[in-house]
């Protein structure tokens, strides 16, 4: 089975690491895998670190130029299926695959719970255009069957998965002297942690400004911020207007972030909007961290179950600072990922899901072609 993945995104966020990893984790299964992308995109650029193949084209606007580099890669590599990620790249391959020889079957994954409009346009893309539909989360998948704008036969909630091997905890104190050449941390603070793209929905400046409210509470306590995006400047600024620029640590961005992970005692993820299920939650359960986060997007189904999760409404800034105050009040240890939550969250249960599917679409697309030529 060969499977393209395209992707219009230039950034780099979870759901890019998730494209590569199902990538690499497919590819390890003895699949062939190929993910289109833009050259001047991150995942492009990113790509080797996961040993997946990329073949490099223009992908970025709904343009001819587009159109037609999508169409010349459809017929050249002739993949089995695409799976496309991004609105960009899902109406690209869309239309680009009206006018292509090769047909392959076409999966949208949905990775964010952001709305989707119920246009003409929209209805083509995910009624006619595609053959399934994946979202990262059961909630997602409940936006889009609601009201009809897809059936539900056709939509599947398959949440993100990690590789656990590489999410194992060592020892606090050798993180902490691991990562000291970006930030210094002493053996005694009590680290609050956000590793996340600083965008304005990650709800970094909400974790800042709960934080101005309990570290006069809590002197031995730190944040720390690991991460870049269009925020770094005002999150910066924020924090200097605070006074905190002691207490509030940015490593900025880092490619391994295990030794942050495992540096910290509480992690705290304020998103609130677009999240379908944050890498980043499924990390620090698999480091057994006390996780505060809120009920955006799919979070709740991420953490359900985990005896360590404390829940707060978005954007709820006292709420917020209540939580980290309760933790700091007793240093919270690490807990064990329960078994149900540790087989929920592998990266072989979602790449196992991933192949039924994709396995399913191409069965039905075969019944589809023997009918016809009957």
């Known amino acids: 089975m060969l499977i393209a993945h395209t992707e219009s995104s230039h950034g780099w966020g979870g759901q890019e690491i998730r494209v590569l990893t199902e990538s690499r984790a497919l590819i390890r299964r003895g699949h062939q895998v190929i993910v289109l992308a833009d050259a001047d995109s991150l995942i492009a650029q990113r790509a080797a670190d996961y040993d997946v193949p990329v073949h490099r084209l223009r992908l970025k606007k709904k343009r001819f130029a587009e159109l037609h580099a999508m169409a010349a890669a459809i017929n050249g590599l002739k993949p089995d299926l695409i799976s496309t990620h991004s609105s960009t790249d899902h109406w690209v391959v869309a239309v680009a695959r009206l006018f292509t020889q090769h047909k392959p079957a076409v999966i949208r994954t949905r990775h964010v719970s952001a709305p989707v409009s119920r246009g003409m346009g929209t209805r083509w893309l995910y009624r006619s255009a595609c053959a ?13 069957t609601h009201d009809g704008l897809v059936p539900q036969e056709k939509v599947f909630s398959i949440p993100t998965g990690i590789d656990l091997n590489l999410f194992k905890s060592t020892h606090r104190e050798q993180a902490r002297a691991r990562i000291k050449n970006s930030v210094a941390i002493d053996d005694d603070s009590l680290l609050f942690g956000n590793i996340a793209t600083l965008r304005s929905w990650k709800g970094q400046h909400d974790l800042i400004q709960a934080f101005a ?8 306590a730190k944040l720390l911020i690991v991460g870049d995006g269009p925020q770094a400047a005002s999150l910066r600024a924020l924090v200097a207007s605070l006074g905190l620029g002691q ?9 391994d972030v295990r030794d942050y992970f495992d540096a910290l005692d509480v992690f705290v993820f304020p998103s609130y909007a677009n999240e379908g299920i944050p890498q980043a939650i499924l990390q620090a359960m698999a480091y057994g961290l006390a996780i505060i986060t809120t009920t955006a997007g799919a979070i709740e189904e991420a953490v359900a179950g985990y005896p360590a999760a404390n829940i707060v409404a978005p954007r709820d800034v006292t709420k917020l600072a209540d939580a980290m105050r309760g933790f700091g009040r007793q240093m919270p240890g690490r807990v064990s990922l329960p078994d149900a939550i540790y087989q929920r969250i592998d990266i072989d249960a979602m790449t196992h899901q991933m192949v039924a599917v994709y396995e399913r679409v191409l069965r039905e697309k075969a019944a589809r072609s023997a009918t016809r030529l009957r």
């Open 132 to 144: 399934a539909i994946v979202t990262t989360g059961e909630s997602i998948r409940a936006h889009l």
């Open 247 to 255: 207490r509030v640590l940015f490593a900025g961005h880092q490619s």
């Open 213 to 220: 409210l309990v570290a006069a509470e809590l002197p031995q």
